[in-house]
C-alpha cells in the first residue's frame, strides 16, 4: 500500500479516536494552540534520548535569527547524544538555503533522507510521545499529541518503512519538472502516452514532448538495443529522479 495512503488512513483513525473519545482521560489529545504545542514539545526534548521526524511539502520560512536558533537547539540535542534521523519532502531540497542547512544538520548527526510522495509533519520522541499534524502543511493548526503504546508502534513502523526506502540526502539526482514526474509516473503505472495524456488532459502530442525531455534529462538515447521506457521507469523507481 503506498505510504502516503496509509499515512492518511492512520491521520482518520486518529481523528475518530479523538472525537469518540472527547471527554474521556486517552492517550491521545488534540491541540489546536501552536504555542501549546511548542511548549508540550519543549518539555519532552531535554530527556528524549531518539527523535524520527517527517516534514512535509510546504515548509514556512524562518527568518535568519530564528533558522539559527533553531539549528543551534538541533546542534545542542546531537551534542548531549540524541540520536536523530530526518525525513523530508523532495521539495524541500529546491530551496538552496534548506538544502544547505540540511546538509549541514546532516553531516553533524541529525541524518535526513528524501521522498518524493507527501508526507505529514510528524515528530516521534523515543517511543513516548509523538507530534502529528492533521494536515500536510508544516504549520497548519491541529496538532494530535500520541502517547497511547499501539498507535507510537504503528507510528515508529511507518516511519521506519519510510525511511528503508528514501534516498539518502546527498545522492545524486535528476531534476524534472512537475508535469514531467507526473508524466514519468503514469509511465511506471504501465500507461501509453494517449493513456498519460488522457490522464492528464493533454494532448498526446504534448506528451510526447515531456517524454522526449524525460529521455534527454536522463540521458537515455536512442539505440537499437535499449527500451528507454523502461530504463527511465527503472530510474523513477531507484528514487533518483526530482
Known amino acids: 500500500m503506498d505510504e502516503s495512503v496509509s499515512m492518511a488512513r492512520l491521520v482518520g483513525r486518529l481523528e475518530a479516536v479523538v472525537s469518540e473519545l472527547r471527554g474521556i482521560p486517552v492517550d491521545v489529545e488534540r491541540l489546536d494552540d501552536d504555542e501549546l504545542v511548542r511548549r508540550e514539545i ?49 521539495s524541500v ?15 553533524a548527526g541529525d541524518l535526513h533522507r528524501v521522498v518524493d510522495e507527501p508526507i505529514q509533519q510528524l515528530l516521534i520522541f523515543d517511543h ?16 494530535l499529541v500520541i502517547r497511547q503504546q499501539g498507535l507510537l508502534t504503528a507510528l515508529v513502523d511507518l516511519f521506519e518503512r519510510t525511511w528503508a526506502r528514501a ?11 512537475a508535469r514531467e514526474r507526473e508524466v514519468l509516473a503514469l509511465i511506471a503505472e504501465g ?6 495524456a488522457r ?12 517524454v522526449a525531455s524525460v529521455f534527454a534529462k536522463l540521458d537515455l538515447p536512442d539505440t ?12 523513477y523507481l531507484r528514487g533518483v529522479v526530482k
Open 224 to 235: 537499437a538495443d535499449d527500451n528507454r521506457r523502461v530504463l527511465a521507469v527503472l530510474t
Open 167 to 177: 534516498r539518502e540526502v546527498n545522492e545524486p539526482t535528476h531534476s524534472l519538472s
Open 128 to 143: 513516548a510521545v509523538a507530534f502529528l499534524r492533521l494536515t500536510p502543511f508544516a504549520y497548519a493548526p491541529g496538532t
Open 42 to 90: 519543549a518539555k519532552v526534548v531535554p530527556a528524549a534520548g531518539e527523535l524520527r521526524a517527517l516534514h512535509p511539502l510546504y515548509v514556512s520560512a524562518e527568518k535568519g535569527s530564528e533558522e539559527r536558533a533553531s539549528r543551534r537547539r538541533v546542534l545542542d540535542a546531537l551534542d548531549r547524544g540524541m540520536k536523530m534521523r530526518t525525513i523530508v519532502h523532495v
Open 199 to 210: 490522464a492528464l488532459s493533454i494532448t498526446e502530442a504534448a506528451v510526447g514532448k515531456h
Open 191 to 196: 500507461r501509453s502516452n494517449s493513456a498519460v
Open 93 to 107: 531540497m529546491d530551496d538552496p538555503n534548506k538544502a544547505a542547512r540540511i546538509r549541514h544538520l546532516h553531516a
